[in-house]
């Protein structure tokens, strides 16, 4: 079975996270939010460190409990920055804080996170039609500039671009691989 060029054949958690969940579009605003933070902690580390990590933040932050993590105060932050099991980074332990607030108001505005981040490309997946797998894009340009407007950070457009990713609005999947056509 041919998979992306970029996945560790090598690690099953790798594997299990292009095959079963990388590209497939998520509308449930929990899972948005969860690729939201997971995605800014990511920022200057490796996919594989998060995913690695990725259990540990779910216990860490109340499972992504968006109303939960709006409400954590400094005692909550010193408790994150001393959990050895997550990325420990007091920047982006408050931007979480920060951006779960900004998240919430959009749910309030949207009706849903789901509704607002789909309206961009009018609830379609766009296809990447080559094999060139950019870092940022007219779309991810957009998208970040919004939620910075709102008051989000660590939403920069890389960060964004895969996070569309991440969350099927962009299936970037490799033409090749098996995932390319499963995913409309």
Known sequence: MQRCSWVDLKSPLYIKYHDEEWGVPKYDDRDLFELLILE????GLSWITVLKKREAFRKAFDNFGVNKVAKYD?????????NENIIRSRNKIEAAINNAKVFINIQKEFGSFSDYIWKF???KC????DDKIPVS????????????KRGMKYVGTVIIYSYLQAI???NDHERDCYC???IK
Not at 126 to 129: P, R, S, W
Not at 137 to 148: C, I, T
């Open 40 to 43: 800014g902690f990511q920022a």
């Open 137 to 148: 894009s007219p779309l991810s340009d957009m998208v970040s500039k919004d939620l910075k």
């Open 180 to 182: 390319y056509k499963l």
């Open 168 to 170: 099927g609005v962009i």
């Open 126 to 129: 766009i296809k990447n039609t």
């Open 74 to 82: 400094e005692t909550k932050v010193a408790e994150l920055l001393n």
């Open 121 to 123: 490309t009018r609830g």
